[in-house]
């Protein structure tokens, strides 16, 4: 089959007018960006048509390193509804730079189940990733200014500041740093370091905003540090936010483009789901809800991460119904945690899904814990044999619960009809299904057991000095009632990413937690896992090319 990027490239995409006018936008109303792109302004929401419309939350099992096809499989539904009659929208998260030049490649779906056009959308796209950067940025210079200034000094403690400087790009180099260097000109000498823009505060906030000005409040309200007397900073008191939210008027707004079938795709916000919240804003949901009768969005890696965080906080702060809940499989990934060499999952391989089997179990738990009976969409692949897809369905309906083959990479939206269908038939029996993991007012530390016994399947918590201390400083500040966004590895469902399958009688560490009081959750981060990924010996962006026309190869 044809690489992704040519797939694309040979598609006949529409101008962005039409696609807008499938929702009922007027062509005056949109903010173009070029033929293809525009942005939405933010009065197309409509609260009741929100209420009204259906949404549908696609996870996955835990991943290998490549990735499940979550978002292949939220394209290919999509175009599957709209193909059965249904006025369906897909709204996914931004690329990020890091992970495209790195291992994973781009984030607009593959095969003939993807975003168009492809090769903006994972290089650079509207700008909302550089505006979110330079929003972040500004406020660390305010920092590093009222420290060196002698007028208005709020004094602050430089040995509590928290805020890091963000960059999109996989950069080890840039985790642990020292600045201020070079004389009491250039600043006050402290270390510091840098994450990854995905991770940051800002994006986090921006995709947590209702609009305009509760970004700005909520910016105002980002932690900073302590004075020298032990009294709290925010970002509104170096009178940040106003700058901070001007840097991000037009980040604020949806980008709409179009699947390779003329589905509308509204992409927005890109945190990670390991290291942030793991989904896209809230505002391109209810967009996508105000506009249409079906949504279709999805949530980073698997369902203890994004999933989670996805209905304890997303949906909390925004409100939100979710319909119905499909976990993406492969056969592929079951065999690996099923104890089968990465090399070795081309062959057929029964006994090796068969031992997988309790990693998919444990992801269909996880999601009846909040009220859903999901539907298994098993994403096939050409090294799939009909013995193993048979013999996964009907472990699906072992457990008792929906299972459909999804082809949608191979066949676009006709591959996925017969999964829309199981779609439908979800959204009817569920009109209430939702219940969150735990309650805003428990502490912190019940909140954090919750997640990890019920989600990860561990049996203790424990936690450093520092990251107790932290705790207890964040109380004090009046900020027990905010919610809990783990940081933890993607590739087990312990915090050990060695630990394949379903893990048990694990204890989860935590070594630190982040105060996100802008986003409105901490950040407890668990094991080993860094807050800015490193490229891999060989990454993408050495495949990555474009000759004198223009023409950009190697993107997947």
């Known amino acids: 089959m044809k690489a992704d990027i040519q797939i694309a490239q040979e598609t006949k995409i529409k101008p962005i007018v039409e696609i807008a006018k499938k929702l009922g936008i007027p062509k005056d109303e949109l903010e173009l960006y070029g033929k293809y792109k525009a942005k939405i302004p933010l009065h197309f929401i409509d609260e009741e048509k929100v209420k009204n419309a259906k949404l549908i939350l696609v996870t996955a099992i835990t991943p290998t390193p490549a990735g499940e096809g ?21 709204v996914l998260r931004e690329p990020s730079l890091g992970p495209v030049f790195g291992i994973k490649g781009g984030a607009a779906g ?13 290089l650079h796209f509207t700008g909302d990733m550089a505006a979110v950067e330079k929003a972040h940025n500004l406020l660390a210079a305010l920092i590093d200014n009222k420290i060196q200034s002698k007028e208005g000094r709020p004094g602050i403690d430089p040995r509590t500041i928290e805020w890091k400087r963000v960059t999109d790009m996989n950069e080890r180099s840039l985790r642990d740093i020292v600045i201020g260097l070079g004389g009491t000109t250039e600043g006050v000498p402290r270390q510091s370091g840098y994450n990854i823009t995905a991770a940051s505060e800002v994006m986090a906030t921006l995709c947590l905003s209702k609009d305009l000005m509760d970004l700005k409040e909520r910016l105002g309200n980002i932690f900073i540090a302590y004075t020298y007397d032990d009294k709290p900073v925010f970002a509104r008191d170096l009178k940040a936010q106003g700058a901070m939210a001007a840097l991000l008027k037009e980040a604020i707004m949806p980008n709409l483009v179009q699947t390779l079938e003329g589905t509308p795709a509204l992409i927005h916000g890109g945190p990670f789901a ?26 980073g890696f698997a369902s203890e991460l994004g999933a989670e965080k996805f209905f304890d906080i997303k949906s909390r702060v925004g409100n939100l119904q979710t319909h119905a809940v499909v976990i993406v499989a492969t056969v592929r990934a079951l065999k690996y945690h099923g104890g089968a060499k990465m090399s070795a999952l081309q062959a057929e391989d029964i006994e090796a899904l068969l031992r997988g089997f309790d990693n998919l179990d444990k992801h269909i738990e996880n999601m009846k814990c909040f009220g859903f009976s999901p539907i298994v969409a098993i994403n096939r692949f050409d090294s799939d044999t009909d013995a193993e897809l048979e013999f996964l369905s009907k472990h699906c309906k072992s457990q008792n619960v929906k299972v459909a083959i999804n082809e949608s990479w191979a066949k676009g939206g006709e591959g996925a009809v017969g999964l829309a269908e199981q779609v439908l038939e979800a959204v009817t029996d569920c009109t209430d299904c939702f219940k969150p993991l735990y309650e805003l007012s428990w502490s912190f530390e019940e909140k954090i ?11 203790h918590v424990e936690y450093t000095v520092k990251a107790k201390t932290q705790l207890e400083k964040i109380e004090k500040l009046g900020m027990g009632n905010l919610a809990v966004c783990i940081a933890k590895t993607q590739k087990s469902l312990s915090d050990d990413q060695n630990k394949k399958g379903r893990p048990r009688g694990f204890t989860i560490k935590i070594r630190e937690v982040e105060l996100a009081s802008g986003a409105g959750f901490i950040v407890p981060v668990a094991g080993t896992i860094m807050r800015m990924p490193g490229l891999p010996n060989n990454p993408s962006a050495e495949k990555i090319d474009i000759d004198a026309n223009g023409k950009i190869t190697g993107l997947f």
């Open 70 to 90: 979550k978002t292949t499989t939220s394209i290919g539904l999509a175009q599957a509804l709209n193909r059965i009659g249904k006025r369906a929208t897909v």
């Open 110 to 122: 593959g095969g003939y189940s993807q975003v168009i056009p492809m090769e903006d959308i994972n």
């Open 274 to 299: 390991n290291i942030a919240q793991g989904t896209n804003s809230i505002i391109a949901t209810k967009t996508g809800l105000s506009l249409s009768d079906f949504v279709v969005t999805e949530a």
């Open 449 to 459: 057991d919750t997640i990890c016994r019920k989600m990860y399947g561990a049996d």
